[in-house]
């Protein structure tokens, strides 16, 4: 991986989407640049979506000058001295280049302006801590002040300075996801660093909410087994609650059984690590800040999806696999297929029985003369069971049936 120049770098920025209209309208601004992850997978040759930019000066104002230019609009943050520009299909966000101080462990960073030395001090990992100036003159040259590039070569994930995972201990799990993303490895210190903190309880210092950002987004990548082995192997799993079921291979099959279930993959992932004892989990699951029903849906799928292989070896008929599917969320299944389940039943739930429905309703027994009771529930759940077992067939035989067992329980 040999070193680019700031011609081959300026013209591969270039390339980039919306980038054409872009730099043309940064003439006249304060310097601008390129940074942190966006570089990083220009550098390699990865796909990206965000265009992040430092502004050494304000970057608020130059957001507005820049929406100008382009025609479109600026959302600005002046507490934060961050922006997002939008203009047609072109996303550009923008923040003022600064310097981070922490008041404590774990807490979110003071901030002030500072040049653009300070702001990549900041970084959390040295192949995040390059720019390439866009800005005339120099635009291409790469801003590499603490050996990115050279990190990136050898495919090594490296921390600033001794302190990084105790200032924010959120680092420990994007370090992770980084490995497994880029199919790269800690460096040695780093590492060292990353099992200190994590025996420490430096992520015990972090905010339930903060710890989910990361720990969702690892979740959610289609590295999350490595990332989980490694959680398991430097103690970080441990750290989060000791009762947490960091087991790669089962991560790995739960993931191959939300694609075949169509179950959110990161919350079957959690359901998975929360599935050795969900009761002793469920409060580390609910400090996590999630949504409701993603809490809900993550402790059910936990509880319910270890059950499920039995009962489905039993080889319920269709109604009895129904009944016993109906209620569980896609998440459930694909953790009970983890765990061993048969998958010929679940599949067949999944594309045969779930959506089967009666094409009589209450109203219909009513309207035939049957009282308002709850024997017209009973009646249209027992011929739901009975058509699921193909004793039933059409509308016709469904109101016969229905009423039969309605005046059989009256």
Do not use: C
């Not at 382009?70 to 961050?82: I, K, M, N, S, Y």
């Not at 609650?241 to 919350?267: F, I, K, S």
């Amino acid at each position: 991986m040999s070193n680019p120049t700031a011609a081959n770098l300026s013209e591969r920025v270039s390339r980039l989407p919306g980038m054409e209209w872009v730099l043309p309208a940064l003439d006249g601004l304060p310097p601008t640049y390129l940074v942190g992850g966006a570089v990083r997978d220009l550098l390699v040759g990865q796909d990206f979506v965000d265009l992040d930019l430092t502004v050494e000066g304000d970057a608020v104002a130059a957001a507005h000058e820049l929406a100008a230019h382009l025609g479109g609009e600026a959302v600005t943050h002046e507490r934060f001295g961050t922006a997002t520009v939008r203009a047609g299909g072109v996303v550009v966000d923008l923040a003022t280049s600064r310097r981070e101080t922490y008041e404590r462990p774990g807490a979110l960073p003071e901030v002030e302006s500072a040049p653009l030395v300070e702001d990549l001090a900041r970084r959390d990992f040295s192949v995040n801590a390059m720019a390439i100036a866009l800005s005339e003159p120099g635009r291409g040259e790469l801003r590499d002040p603490h050996g990115g590039f050279g990190d990136l070569a050898v495919a090594r994930i490296r921390v600033l300075h001794d302190r990084s995972f105790i200032d924010d201990p959120t680092r420990l799990l994007r370090a992770l996801r980084y490995e497994g993303r880029l199919g790269f490895g800690l460096e040695r210190d780093t590492e060292a660093l990353a099992r200190q903190a994590a025996a420490a309880g430096a992520l015990s210092t972090v905010s339930g909410p903060r710890v989910r950002e990361e720990l969702m987004e690892l979740l959610g990548e289609h590295a999350a087994p490595v990332a989980i082995g490694r959680m398991r192997d430097l103690g970080v799993a441990a750290a989060l609650h000791p009762a947490l079921r960091a087991d790669p291979e089962l991560v790995a099959a739960a993931l191959l059984g939300a694609g075949e279930t169509g179950a959110q993959p990161a919350l079957t992932a959690l359901a998975a690590l929360s599935s050795a004892d969900p009761g002793a989990v469920e409060p580390f699951v609910a400090g996590l800040g999630l949504p409701a029903r993603d809490r809900d849906v993550v402790m059910r799928a936990a509880r319910q999806a270890p059950t499920l292989p039995a009962a489905l070896g039993a080889e319920p008929p269709p109604s009895g696999l129904h009944a016993l599917l109906a209620g569980e969320p896609p998440e459930a299944l694909a953790l009970a297929l983890a765990l061993g389940a048969p998958a010929e039943p679940v599949l067949r739930f999944l594309t045969d029985l779930r959506g089967t429905r009666l094409e009589i309703g209450g109203q219909d027994l009513i309207d035939a003369g049957v009282p308002r009771s709850e024997a017209i529930g009973k009646a249209l759940e027992q011929t739901l069971r009975r058509k699921l077992d193909g004793k039933v067939s059409g509308r016709d035989e469904e109101l016969r049936t229905a009423l039969e067992l309605v005046r059989a329980e009256a």
